[in-house]
């Protein structure tokens, strides 16, 4: 007995491994060799392709393509029509499947409604990508990363608020109060 959820338009081909309470909407398809987490959730006309790996509780939105070669770990937030590539130069007449490279989404990452993830680049831990950005190249955790190219703003708390860090690289989620030290370039949750 299948434990998740899968609506009747939906296409699950054979040799997926789909976690428990993992809901899969109107015209989806998960590809083989998938392995989706438990308690994920991919929103109308998702596509997962062969070998991709998607950790618990991620949420995909409507109109995401998920390229082979990408993962992402538990608590990622995939927002509507963001794209990932797989290939740095494609051509239609060029088969280039033995290059496709590698992306990374750490854990409790957020990628904003209509951002372009280049293949090759990884998103750090809890890192935010806002909507319509571009990224070109590694985004380190806790990073909040806006434009094309997307540039670094600031910070992120866990949360999902902007950090403000004071002169001794220390900063205090307004939500939360939970706190974060900026060293080297890199934020620490304490």
Request: glycine share 12%; hydrophobic share 35%; net charge neutral.
């Amino acid at each position: 007995m299948k434990e998740y959820f899968a609506h009747e338009s939906a296409y699950i081909d054979e040799g997926c491994e789909i976690g428990a309470g993992t809901k899969i909407w109107h015209f989806s398809h998960v590809m083989p060799n998938c392995k989706l987490g438990k308690g994920c959730n991919l929103g109308q006309n998702v596509v997962v392709s062969p070998g991709v790996v998607l950790g618990n509780n991620v949420k995909v939105q409507n109109n995401v393509s998920i390229y082979t070669g990408v993962t992402c770990d538990d608590d990622v937030f995939l927002g509507p029509s963001m794209v990932f590539t797989n290939v740095i130069n494609p051509r239609s007449a060029v088969n280039r499947k033995s290059e496709y490279a590698k992306t990374h989404v750490g854990k409790g990452a957020s990628i904003g409604a209509n951002a372009t993830i280049v293949c090759g680049h990884d998103i750090g831990s809890f890192a935010f990508v806002g909507a319509g950005s571009v990224i070109t190249k590694n985004v380190p955790a806790y990073a909040l990363m806006v434009g094309n190219p997307a540039r670094q703003m600031g910070w992120m708390s866990e949360f999902g608020s902007k950090l403000v860090f004071n002169e001794q690289g220390e900063a205090e989620c307004k939500e939360t109060g939970d706190r974060y030290v900026l060293q080297n370039n890199q934020v620490t949750k304490l």
